[in-house]
Every structure is written in structure tokens, then in C-alpha cells.
């Protein structure tokens, strides 16, 4: 399938001559002038873009809607039976406060944006400033009124503690330590205050990282060191201890020691308690191709184990779910299937609740009396981008699923309390958000509340955001991108093309919802076609297409990358296949370098700002779940690094000096190696700055270096000479 919405006739004859664009000095000033200007007006030009219900009751409630003409209107909503209208006569209202203000107030214009209303909707309430006012809706009359008490917090009769690395007690007066061994980590005690579950710290060898701040008040630059694990090193693990409160006496329940993950510092598993008593976690296994669920019964000190997940590749720690029930069952995802799906788990046998060649992406609410959950879902619903989401309805005995959500678009829902009614928001990249209320049950639509428009957005010039579809290297998968072009684009030049890259496995990264001007758009009026692809190895697709990134993040989709760009060029005339280049930030960092290193027969200019350059030299958890654990070969097979002799083209590094995310040796080793090899390319130290694309300065020199490089023109002198 293939999705185009470009601006002459596909299939039409090309003019016959396609010139290369290439500004004048004149009109490059102006493209940069017009960079930093339009997404202002963009927005301006676009209103109703996003709708928050405001629930008064289980079925009324409230929304503020932003107009360009007649601007901020409250709209009081009611789904028995559906309607809406004003929420209170906005000019009565406004001659009401100036009344009492003693100023001049606009009914489009009220200085509030929030309102409490009264149940018997006869007055409602607001702040203005730091005063809090109450306007009868009979007589439109304003008058302050004191803030609310605040409601007493009830407190638990006992409190627990860790201090020192052990465990303490307070049932009234001081706190009493209750255990001997020490080290504990965190506990957790269970719904009686009689025993809990603590995790006691065995520690690794809890490496540090430095990072050297040259900019500060000092003379001399300032060294700072933190704990921080790479893949290979030996991490904190966790014992998992029963401790009595009421005996004060600890037992070592009989489970492996289990891997801290997470950083600064690694962290116990989180724990879930039944009304039973018994306490449910799950956690990994090291090298992330098994987890496991246990259940804890605290009064026998055992654990059972409850879900064994193994994955011959990798389980995904990003999507796990895991929802306990009142009577101990579980909900848990799998991907065992080949994609993404609930099972419930009843005394260790597992039966799928939902099924099909589609992927559960949360569970929002599990109603056990009514037995039924929420949950979103994409790649669902036929004929649709595979990446949009949608909400349904699930039986959990029998799997029925209903659909809440209707339109082809990706969807935000907002429930009313008692999640009989839904406000559903729906976009896509080239169509404005709808607003409208549903029913839950069936779906229904009550109500369209409000649409957005790009009327205006397209009169002005702008070109919306384009979807296009090609297959990918199995010649039967379609690869999803976007496509963002200059506003003065025409059909009768040729630009060169510039890939926005980020291929980390842990989701999917093309936008879906509509947006009128973002950092894309700013780019390509410098006069470039900007792309977003997300190519196999990502996330959303099925176990199938995500696996291809199992110890092979050096691939980052470059396979299908190349061919939808190839189609795409291939249906449009004005994409330059001869200039290409490709910018990223993190792991799109080491993928934008990666393309200028492996694919340099393609790419031509690449500008990677805090890239992962070497997977060895980044967080622990992140690349050994995709990498694979022990760290093998390939690990260096696929560094930058190792590869820095094959740079082909041109390359831009950047990265900030104080990188708390991906060390920045990974940068300034892979320049090194660029230096020993011989190469040439550009390197700017970010002074003070942390994980980032480089800000202001570094979105300059990220443009600066594709005018110069892709357009083949000096950019402006930033200097005055």
C-alpha cells in the first residue's frame, strides 16, 4: 500500500527539467529568517488541537476550547442525553468580574482557565491569581470566597522504614530496628503490618563514570563521578528476606539472587500484595531473554513461581504488563505468540484472553466485577496505519473485544469516572484532531464536541505532513514514514533529502498525531524534503520484525531505510537521491554516524549529536537487553569506533560535555579513532551541557552543515565579517 499526498498529479508526467535547488545568498537569509519564524505562525493558524474533559459528574462535564476569533469558551457537555452548549453566559460573566475587579474583562478573554462546579451546576468557582471567587449562575454575581479546607490525611497506625540498611519500626514514639543482617534495600510490608518482604543489597563492582564541567565559577574544572554500569560488568544482585514485625526475626527466601537494573544505582523489584498476603514480582534474568513472575507466601517464607517468560532472542522489558487480580490470577503480555498479547495466568497455566496478528500497547483499567478490561492496541484494525492506536473493550473470560474508538487516525481517550463514556481525540499526521463522545460499551458516537482545521494552515503556504509506504528488504512488509517539505516547494526543482533517524528498539518513533510545524518543518524550509522512517528492528510490528535487532543495532533498519527512499524517489521526481543526509541524537547519534560508516554509498552527510558510538560504553540495561549478554565480538563488530576508517562523506559530532546518559567518551573515543584513521570531519564539545541535540548552537551547526555540505552553498556568516 502506498500513502502519497504530494502536490502535483502521481502518475502525471514530471516536467521536463528538474533542476537542482540551490538558493541564492538572498533567498538562503530568507529561508533561515523564515526557519525561525514559521512555526510560531504555524500555530497560531490551528486551534482546537486538544480537548480536556473535566468530569463533573458520571455523566456531565466540562471542556475549555480556544478559538482564533471568538477565543477561550467553557462548554458544559451532558451524555443523557447527548448535548452541549455554554457552560454559563461568558458576557454576563465578564461583566461580572469587571464589576468586581474593577477592570476591564473580555468574554473571550475571562482570566481563568479552570472552574469547580457545584453539584446542582447553579454557581461555579475559580482563582484568579492567588484569590479564589464564586459566581452564582441566576444573578451572575462575584464574590470571593475562602479556599477549601483541606481534607485530614489518615495515617497508617504503623510505619516502616530503612535506615542504616536495616529495617525499622514505628508504631508510636521512636523507631525501633526490628532486623540484624543488614544491608536492606527497600521493604515492603504486607496489608496486616504482620511480616513483609525486604531485598537485601549484595554489591557489585559498582564502577563509576566521570564527567569534567569546565565551565563554572572556579579557576579549575570540576571532576565529578557516579556509579554507573556497562554491558559486562558485575552487577548489584538482591537476596529476598521475609522479615516477622512482630517476632523481629528475617528468613532468606530460597530464589536466586536477582539482578538490579536501572540507573543511577540498581534497584529491588517492585512488589504487588494480594488480599491474601501473598506478594507478587516479577524481574529478569540477566542477559533479558527470560523473566520471571513469583509469588511470596510471607507467613511460610517460600516462593512458587508463577510465570516463566523466555524469549530465544529477547524479552521486552519496555512492554511487560502484569495486573494481579482479587483472587491471586494474573494478567500478563507475551509475545510468545509472535505478537503481543494478555493471558491470564490461573495456578501456572496461561490462556490467551486476547489474540491476532496485533499488538496489545497498555492495559487501562480492569473492572473484575464486570469482567472486563481497557486496554490500547494498534495494527488492529485493517486498512489503517499499523501504528495507530486504538482503545477497546475485552472480555476476560470469554476475550470478547469491542472497539471504543472509530476513525483512521491514532486516538487519545479521557473516561468518565465510571468509564461508561469516553472523550475521544483522533489525528493523524496529515488530518487535524476530532474531538467527539462515545459510548463505552458498543462504541458508539453520542456527539461530535469540536474538529480541528488546516484550512488555514494550507492557505498560508504550508504543506501538512505527508505519509508514505514502501516495501521493505523481505519485499512484503510495509515500512511507515513521513514525508515534510519546504513551503516554497514546487515540482520543478530537486532537493536534497534529509533522514531524521532514531532507530531504538524499545519503540517506534515516527509521529502519528498531527502537528502544524515542528523541527522537521524548520529544517526543510532551509530547502530540504525531511524524512522519518521506522524501519525493521523497531518496536509495535510483532516479535518478528522487532527481532531484527537482536545483537545487531548496527543494522538500525538501513536495509529498508534505503528502499523506501528509493520508492519514494521513485515516485517523486523532486527527492535528490545524490545528496543525502541523515541526522540523529543518542542512539540516532550512533545511527547517523553508522550510516556515513556502513552505507556510505547512500548517505552523504551526517551530523550525530551524544551518540552511542560503542554499545560497550553505554548503560548496562539498554544495550544488553538488545545486544545480548555475555558481551561478545559482536559487539565490537558493530562499534563505530572499530569502524571509524571506513567514514566516507562528511560528518558532524557534537556532544555535551556533562552527558549523564551516554558517557561522552563514546564521542571523543570515536573521534580519536577518526584522528588515528586519518579522517576528516567536524567535532563540537557542547561546554555545560548534558544529554542533548546541542540546543540553539548545535540546531545551527546541524543546519549550517547540510546547507554547506547538501546544498553546496556557504551558509551565513554568523560573525558579521
Not at 516495501?471 to 530537486?494: L, N
Request: charged share 25%; hydrophobic share 35%.
Amino acid at each position: 500500500m502506498i500513502l502519497f499526498a504530494a502536490l502535483f498529479v502521481l502518475g502525471a508526467s514530471a516536467p521536463s527539467t528538474i533542476e537542482p535547488y540551490v538558493p541564492t545568498p538572498s533567498e538562503l537569509r530568507e529561508n533561515y529568517r523564515r526557519a525561525d519564524r514559521l512555526g510560531g505562525e504555524a500555530n497560531k493558524l490551528v486551534d482546537r488541537l486538544s480537548l480536556t474533559p473535566n468530569w463533573v459528574d458520571d455523566q456531565t462535564f466540562w471542556y475549555l476550547t480556544r478559538d482564533r476569533k471568538a477565543g477561550k469558551r467553557f462548554v458544559l457537555v451532558r451524555c443523557v442525553p447527548p448535548g452541549k452548549g455554554p457552560a454559563f453566559d461568558h458576557e454576563r460573566m465578564a461583566k461580572a468580574l469587571g464589576e468586581t475587579l474593577k477592570r476591564d474583562v473580555r468574554a473571550g478573554e475571562l482570566p481563568f482557565d479552570s472552574i469547580e462546579m457545584a453539584a446542582d451546576r447553579k454557581s461555579i468557582s475559580f482563582r484568579i491569581d492567588d484569590k479564589r471567587y464564586r459566581v452564582d449562575l441566576d444573578k451572575y454575581a462575584a464574590v470571593e470566597e475562602a479556599p477549601p479546607a483541606a481534607e485530614p490525611r489518615t495515617r497508617r497506625e504503623m510505619t516502616t522504614r530503612i535506615h542504616e540498611g536495616q529495617v525499622q519500626v514505628r508504631k508510636s514514639g521512636e523507631w525501633t530496628t526490628i532486623t540484624k543482617e543488614g544491608n536492606y534495600s527497600s521493604f515492603s510490608p504486607a496489608p496486616d503490618d504482620k511480616r513483609g518482604v525486604a531485598f537485601r543489597l549484595i554489591p557489585g563492582e559498582r564502577r563509576k563514570t566521570f564527567l569534567l564541567r569546565s565551565t563554572n565559577e572556579s579557576a579549575r574544572a570540576a571532576l565529578s563521578e557516579r556509579l554507573y554500569d556497562l554491558p559486562g560488568d558485575v552487577l548489584d544482585t538482591f537476596e529476598t528476606w521475609v522479615i516477622d514485625l512482630e517476632a523481629s526475626t528475617e528468613r532468606k527466601i530460597d530464589l536466586d539472587p536477582i539482578m538490579g537494573g536501572g540507573q543511577p544505582w540498581s534497584r529491588p523489584p517492585n512488589l504487588q500484595w494480594t488480599s491474601k498476603g501473598q506478594a507478587i514480582m516479577h524481574f529478569p534474568i540477566r542477559g533479558y531473554q527470560r523473566v520471571k513472575v513469583v509469588g511470596i507466601d510471607a507467613a511460610a517464607a517460600t516462593a512458587t513461581t508463577l510465570v516463566d517468560e523466555r524469549a530465544e532472542t529477547f524479552v521486552d522489558l519496555g512492554r511487560l504488563m502484569l495486573h494481579v487480580l482479587g483472587d491471586g490470577s494474573l494478567i500478563w503480555r507475551s509475545e510468545r505468540s509472535g505478537w503481543g498479547h494478555l493471558y491470564l495466568v490461573e495456578s501456572g497455566q496461561a490462556r490467551a484472553i486476547t489474540s491476532g496478528d496485533w499488538v496489545v500497547r497498555s492495559i487501562e483499567n480492569v473492572d473484575e466485577a464486570g469482567g472486563t478490561m481497557d486496554i490500547t492496541a494498534n495494527g488492529r484494525e485493517p486498512g489503517q496505519d499499523p501504528y495507530h492506536i486504538h482503545h477497546y473493550r475485552v472480555g476476560l473470560k470469554d476475550g470478547k473485544t469491542v472497539r471504543i474508538t472509530e476513525g483512521d487516525g491514532t486516538h487519545r481517550v479521557s473516561y468518565s469516572p465510571n468509564r461508561n463514556y469516553a472523550v475521544d481525540t483522533w489525528s493523524r499526521v496529515d488530518s487535524p484532531p476530532k474531538h467527539v463522545l462515545r459510548r463505552t460499551r458498543d462504541g458508539a458516537k453520542l456527539l461530535d464536541l469540536e474538529q480541528s482545521s488546516d484550512e488555514e494552515l494550507r492557505k498560508a503556504g504550508f504543506h501538512v505532513t505527508e505519509r508514505f509506504t514502501a516495501k521493505g528488504r523481505d519485499g512484503k512488509t510495509d515500512i511507515w514514514g513521513v514525508v515534510v517539505r519546504p513551503t516554497y516547494w514546487q515540482a520543478d526543482k530537486k532537493y536534497p533529502v534529509i533522514e531524521n533517524i532514531y532507530a531504538g528498539p524499545h519503540d517506534s518513533h515516527v509521529p502519528k498525531e498531527f502537528r502544524a510545524y515542528t523541527g522537521m518543518n524548520s529544517l526543510a524550509e532551509l530547502g530540504f524534503i525531511v524524512v522519518q522512517i521506522d524501519g525493521m528492528g523497531t518496536n509495535n510490528r510483532g516479535k518478528a520484525f522487532h527481532d531484527v535487532c537482536w545483537k545487531n543495532l548496527a543494522d538500525a533498519g538501513f536495509p529498508d531505510r534505503k528502499l523506501w527512499l528509493r520508492a519514494l524517489a521513485a515516485k517523486d521526481p523532486t527527492v535528490d537521491l545524490s545528496r543525502v543526509g541523515v541526522y540523529g541524537t543518542s542512539a540516532g547519534g550512533q545511527n547517523a554516524a553508522g550510516a556515513v560508516l556502513f552505507h556510505a554509498d547512500f548517505y552523504h552527510v551526517a551530523v550525530a549529536s551524544c551518540g552511542c558510538h560503542d554499545n560497550r560504553m553505554d548503560k548496562q540495561w539498554w544495550n544488553e537487553q538488545w545486544m545480548g549478554y555475555p558481551v561478545g565480538p559482536h559487539y565490537a563488530e558493530q562499534s563505530n569506533i572499530t569502524h571509524a576508517s571506513k567514514l566516507k562523506g562528511k560528518l558532524l559530532l557534537m556532544v555535551g560535555e556533562l552527558d549523564r546518559n551516554v558517557p561522552p567518551e563514546s564521542t571523543t573515543r570515536f573521534a580519536d579513532a577518526l584522528i588515528k584513521a586519518n579522517k576528516e570531519f567536524e567535532f563540537v564539545l557542547l561546554p555545560g551541557q548534558d544529554h542533548t541535540g546541542g540546543g540553539t548552537y548545535g540546531e545551527r551547526k546541524r543546519r549550517d552543515f547540510f546547507v554547506k555540505h547538501l546544498l553546496g552553498v556557504a551558509p551565513p556568516d554568523w560573525n558579521g565579517g
